[in-house]
């Protein structure tokens, strides 16, 4: 059984950094691309950032684009959201998902799912 849990989300004022972790338990985490998808009160779930199994290449929302980097470190079995210079509109609940196969922009290409964390940016 996969597990994922989120960490790292807070309260930060526009123009600050965050850092999510994700942590994955079970065996094989560095076979799977992995992926960060948000949702604000009243939107639908949105796709944030995606990572390979190798960390090789990386894939991002244009929104995030520039802002955000996601990584992974196999060793730890943990994916991470740096967020540089947040805006109010990146107030969300993050979620990050571990995909069925390969790379994936839609949450249907993704098997497993963390409880979120939530970020929220004051202006």
């Known amino acids: 059984q996969v597990q994922l849990v989120e960490s790292g989300g807070r309260l930060v004022q526009a123009g600050g950094s965050l850092r999510l972790s994700c942590v994955a338990s079970?065996?094989?985490?560095?076979?799977?691309?992995m992926g960060w998808f948000r949702q604000a009160p009243g939107k639908e779930r949105e796709f944030v950032a995606a990572?390979?199994?190798?960390?090789?290449?990386?894939y991002y929302a244009d929104s995030v684009k520039g802002r955000f980097t996601i990584s992974r470190d196999n060793a730890k079995n943990t994916v991470y959201l740096q967020m540089n210079s947040l805006r109010p509109e990146d107030t969300a609940l993050y979620y990050c998902?571990?995909?069925?196969?390969?790379?994936?922009?839609?949450?249907?290409?993704?098997?497993?799912w963390g409880q979120g964390t939530q970020v929220t940016v004051s202006s």
């Open positions: 998902a571990r995909a069925t196969h390969g790379i994936a922009w839609r949450a249907s290409g993704y098997a497993y």
């Open positions: 079970g065996r094989s985490f560095s076979s799977y691309a």
């Open positions: 990572i390979n199994w190798s960390g090789g290449n990386t």
